[in-house]
């Protein structure tokens, strides 16, 4: 395979088709092209003269195109073997890949329309043909192939197969594969020899020329895809589409589908049968050459050998008369013709000359010599010798010239050679081969020699002319060209034990004769069964169709509500069937609609009013007429869920005789037992009591109303004479059922909503607490009238205003409007100077995003001072406990110093110092939580946490070696420094970590992490301890709580080191959180900001 970037012909002309099958099928191209050109014009006359100027340059530029279409990037795949056409003086035929060969035409079939692209395709392809294929054909076929993809891509068929023909991509396939076919029939006709020859050469070359045909095509075709999907107004788009005649009715598609299976299972068969055909041809052919070549070959050896031993003899017969000089003609004449092997004899002296020989032309004794050359020397060396020389006039063969030293003994010297010459043609022991060699039908065989001379052949001409066996293969036959062209099969067959070997030539047109009868008969066989489906399947279709386009007329009329028209068509196979089942579906219909007139009738009452009185009468009284009931009564059952009340009941007809009282006992067996019909009840007396009744109850069905796994009541409807229930009117009142069951639960829904409304109304009026609500746009939707301090007028005039807008306080609006997340807290001031209490919660529900936020603001200004009144106490007893507490220290220290203790007083004296260190820790505590809270002493420094939780686990390693606890801190790598207050920073997690030791049993595991994502600082301290109970946690950061567990009491503690905790945490404006699970250790987790950058301003809102 070559590629040629530019690449046109230096002579530009046509050949002419050799054969008259190519003029019939130019014919045939040309009025195939012409009747599928749509030369149809439109009636819009303005509109056409517009298109024409429009369209008028691009035609002339596609056909000025043509020859760089044809010259451009040229692929080359080359031929097989023999690629030249026989019987023709031309050059080699490869095929060749234009890719931009198709691109003009194909522009102009979608573009323009079919009868240009027949032009563009006319002119590419003569370009094409005068440059490359030289065949008169290849203009017609590639406007045949334009115009057959101009009808493609403009198909408007609304199936799917039209919609695949519209993509140029498949189009493009499609024609080149036809254009291929084309290819092909143009090589038939541009062949000489024999029909078989054109036959072979034809199909040799139309698969290489398909391909090269379906590549350009599928180029074209994806370049014109990607135009009609950029530019779908410039392409040519079907409108509007209609059904193709494969699908206009059942006929014309069982016959389109059997006809396109039966055009694919022929094909398959026939190109089968054709490859099974000739590939058993070929096999007998090549047998033939094998079984030829081996007996012919076969002979060789033992006729050579036999040479050999009677020159042998020959020499030892006139050996002395050699040595005494004495041998004359007459000797070798006598000895010739005892042995017929030979046609003449000579003996030469060591000196190379003639001593005696049998008759023969002077001219031939003067050159033997000469001709014998050096295996004339070779010989005279001792060394016998077999030599090839030029065959006699009309002989089959050449000749073979032994040459055997004559000698006493092999160390004898030499006294001569004697020469013997033997016709390879005429030999007697050799015409079992030549007759073989010629017995090859429509072939050649022959024997060449080491050298490649032909030594033996049927045509005496072809004697001693030379092959060149490096050309030649071994093993099985193989394919081939012969000098004229034609392809043939080659067979060598080395001969065992000679250095000649065996050729068999066979011309490949001798399979395709064999097989050629064999695959006409089967096509002619396919052909005809083939249109005998063909026919039977078109009149079976009719047979079965006329009865369903009866039913199509029926259904046609009911279409138009016609549903009183009979069905007239009877039988008993699937058509006749379905006709019943088409009445009764008739019949069924006409019941339906009336039971769906009820049902829609029973929806818009339904869903229009709420009110069950208003409702319930009209449906009932429907399904009385419907099902002819004596009387229909709806019951619910109570509201409160007890199945001892009953609710109200609905009825449509008279009471025929105190029907009424059957309510509850129908109500029970509904709610336990569901849907039950009894069409006998007087013997249904175990299930249902009919005592006190006025009139007689022969038949009644009962249904539960039901609002998914709720029951509301029942549904019931009795006859005063024996009736059966249909299927079909248990499914109406079934579905019926359920929807008065939907409707009275959301009739009683709307009720008890709307007393709930009433009493949340009555209960916002009323609570001091103000209430805001707003919706997922931040519009307030409900204010009740204690939130008016905090709006712009009344709560009324605020509903549907922006939060913004309405309200009047800023921190209350940030509140509001703040993302959706957790519960949001804050404390806000109000003009009046009263402190409020804000909590803020998005308002969802189940399994919904966020439609909207309420707000409950609530009065905790008096909580406010007296929590201010409690630190002031708090802040000042802890000062005045400072100094009693140092006395008290010195003096307990200074008992010790006054003499000798006892035991009892010693013990006393450490009691004593125990409880002052613990008030003192205590007194440090509270006036550090003070300091905290009040924001004093707060001072931000560029930290390392690696070294703070170093710092912390190195004090606490001593306590937790003693109880055998495992210490561990873990850092992420490259963690970066953060703005903190070291010393309350190391406080917080050192009241962590001795926490965590304190609760922790012995051979425990505490573990300190520290890790940074998104600017936040998280550090975990986390144990294997007793972990704190759900309850605890709660309140585990309010001061002075403990946990009174019987694990914990042994710990001594006033409950203030988390909440020291939590106010360090908070004033570096993050937060605390703890997890824990009893049983399974607790980890608390504290998240500060890297770069507080408004802890200031927290400050300065707290002090203030």
Not at 231 to 259: C, D, I, K, Q
Not at 370 to 386: D, K, N, R, T, Y
Not at 987 to 1012: C, E, F, H, W
Request: overall charge negative; glycine content about 10%.
């Amino acid at each position: 395979m070559t590629i040629d970037f530019w690449e046109l012909g230096e002579a530009f002309g046509f050949s002419l088709p050799v054969r008259s099958s190519g003029y019939l099928v130019i014919l045939l191209v040309a009025v195939a092209t012409w009747l599928l050109t749509d030369r149809r014009r439109s009636n819009d006359l303005n509109g056409r003269r517009s298109r024409q100027r429009s369209h008028s340059g691009l035609m002339m530029g596609l056909v000025l195109s043509a020859p760089i279409a044809v010259g451009l990037v040229n692929i080359r795949l080359g031929g097989p073997p023999g690629t030249s056409a026989p019987g023709v003086p031309l050059g080699p035929s490869t095929a060749i890949i234009s890719t931009l060969a198709a691109l003009p035409w194909m522009f102009a079939a979608g573009l323009l329309g079919g009868c240009q692209a027949a032009l563009v395709g006319f002119a590419v392809g003569s370009m094409r043909a005068g440059w490359q294929t030289h065949a008169l054909l290849t203009p017609f076929a590639m406007a045949f192939q334009a115009v057959l993809f101009a009808r493609l891509v403009r198909i408007d068929y609304a199936e799917w197969p039209g919609k695949l023909a519209r993509h140029p991509l498949a189009s493009g396939i499609v024609a080149g594969m036809v254009f291929g076919g084309l290819r092909g029939s143009e090589y038939f006709g541009a062949s000489g020899g024999t029909l078989y020859d054109a036959l072979d050469y034809a199909l040799s070359h139309a698969g290489l020329a398909t391909l090269a045909s379906v590549v350009e095509g599928s180029i074209a075709g994806g370049v014109c895809e990607v135009i009609r999907e950029v530019w779908p107004e410039h392409w040519h788009t079907p409108a509007p589409l209609v059904a193709g005649p494969y699908n206009r009715s059942l006929a014309a598609r069982m016959v389109s589908v059997f006809a396109v299976l039966g055009l694919i299972a022929g094909g398959v068969l026939l190109y089968g049968d054709w490859l099974l055909a000739r590939s058993s041809a070929r096999e007998l052919v090549q047998d033939q050459m094998i079984q030829t070549a081996r007996q012919a070959g076969g002979g060789l050896p033992f006729f050579v050998q036999s040479g050999r031993s009677l020159i042998r003899q020959l020499g030892f017969s006139i050996l002395d008369e050699v040595e005494a000089g004495t041998i004359d003609s007459e000797d070798l004449q006598s000895q010739l013709r005892l042995v017929p092997y030979f046609t003449r004899l000579t003996v030469f002296t060591p000196s190379r000359e003639v001593l005696a020989f049998t008759a023969a032309p002077a001219d031939d004794q003067a050159r033997a010599p000469l001709e014998l050359g050096a295996g004339l020397s070779v010989a005279i060396g001792g060394v016998p010798q077999e030599i090839i020389v030029t065959p006699n006039q009309g002989s089959r063969g050449a000749q073979l010239v032994f040459l055997d030293p004559i000698q006493r003994a092999e160390d004898a010297p030499i006294l001569g050679v004697l020469a013997g010459w033997s016709d390879l043609g005429s030999n007697p022991m050799l015409q079992p081969v030549v007759a073989r060699l010629t017995d090859v039908p429509s072939g050649e065989a022959f024997v060449v020699d080491d050298r490649g001379a032909v030594i033996i052949h049927a045509e005496p001409l072809r004697l001693m002319e030379f092959i060149d066996l490096s050309r030649l293969q071994t093993g099985p036959p193989y394919t081939d060209t012969a000098p004229d062209g034609t392809r043939r099969l080659t067979y060598l067959y080395p001969v065992a034990g000679s250095p000649w070997q065996v050729i068999v030539t066979v011309p490949l047109r001798e399979v395709s004769r064999l097989a050629l009868p064999i695959a006409t008969r089967l096509f002619v066989v396919i052909a005809a069964v083939g249109l005998a489906v063909i026919v039977l399947v078109h009149a079976s279709s009719r047979r079965l169709t006329r009865p369903l386009q009866s039913m199509a007329r029926l259904a046609e009329s009911i279409t138009r509500g016609n549903l009183d028209q009979p069905v007239l068509i009877r039988g008993e196979d699937e058509i006749g069937r379905l006709a019943a089942s088409f009445e009764r579906m008739q019949k069924s219909l006409k019941a339906r609609l009336d039971e769906m007139a009820l049902l829609l009738h029973a929806s818009q009452r339904m869903a229009t009013r709420i009110d069950l009185a208003t409702v319930m009468p009209s449906i009932l009284g429907g399904v009385r007429g419907l099902t002819l009931a004596d009387s229909v009564r709806l019951v619910l059952g109570s509201e409160t869920g007890d199945s001892q009340e009953q609710g109200e009941a609905y009825q449509a007809g008279s009471d025929p005789g105190r029907w009424a009282a059957l309510d509850p006992q129908i109500l029970e067996l509904c709610r336990t037992r569901g849907q039950f019909v009894l069409e006998n009840p007087a013997r249904a007396r175990a299930v249902l009591s009919l005592k006190g009744l006025g009139a007689p109850l022969e038949s009644l069905m009962a249904l539960p109303l039901n609002n998914e796994d709720e029951f509301v009541g029942a549904l019931w409807l009795g006859h005063r004479n024996p009736h059966t229930y249909s299927e079909e009117e248990s499914n109406l009142l079934s579905i019926l059922a359920g929807q008065l069951g939907i409707s009275v639960a959301n009739a009683r829904l709307y009720r008890r909503a709307e007393q709930e409304r009433m009493r949340l109304s009555a209960v916002l009026e009323a609570t001091p607490d103000a209430v805001i609500v707003t919706d997922d746009e931040g519009r307030i939707s409900l204010a009740n009238p204690a939130a008016e301090v905090f709006l712009r007028g009344s709560a009324e005039r605020a509903r549907g205003r922006l939060a913004t807008d309405a309200i009047v306080v800023p921190e209350l609006t940030q509140l509001l409007t703040q993302p959706a997340g957790d519960i949001r807290t804050a404390e806000i001031k109000v003009p009046d100077g009263r402190v409020m209490f804000a909590s803020s919660c998005d308002v969802s529900g189940e399994g919904e995003a966020e439609s909207g936020r309420v707000c409950v603001l609530g009065d905790i200004t008096h909580y406010k001072k007296l929590d201010m009144l409690k630190s002031e106490f708090v802040s000042t007893v802890s000062h005045d406990l400072r100094a009693p507490l140092t006395l008290m220290r010195g003096y307990g220290t200074m008992l010790t110093m006054m003499g000798t203790m006892n035991d009892q007083q010693k013990e006393f004296v450490r009691k004593i110092l125990g409880s002052v260190d613990q008030m003192a820790a205590l007194v440090d505590n509270l006036l550090d939580l003070g300091r905290i809270e009040a924001g004093v002493g707060l001072s931000l420094e560029v930290v390392q946490i690696g070294h703070v939780l170093r710092e912390v686990a190195d004090a606490y390693r001593p306590q937790a070696a003693n109880k055998q606890i495992t210490l561990e801190v873990e850092l992420d790598e490259g963690s970066e420094t953060i703005e903190a207050d070291p010393t309350l920073l190391r406080q917080a997690i050192a009241n962590l970590v001795d926490n965590a030791l304190k609760y922790t049993p012995q051979k425990g595991l505490v573990r300190v992490r520290a890790s940074q994502e998104a600017g936040v600082q998280r550090i975990v301290i986390e144990d294997n301890g007793l972990g704190i109970a759900p309850t605890d946690q709660a309140r585990l950061f309010e001061k002075f709580y403990r946990a009174r567990r019987p694990e914990t009491l042994k710990e001594k503690g006033a409950g203030l080191g988390l909440a020291i905790v939590k106010s360090i945490v908070e004033q570096h404006g993050g937060r605390v959180r703890v997890d824990s699970r009893l049983g399974m250790g607790s980890a608390f987790t504290l998240e500060l900001p890297m770069h507080p950058a408004a802890v200031d301003l927290a400050l300065d809102s707290r002090a203030s």
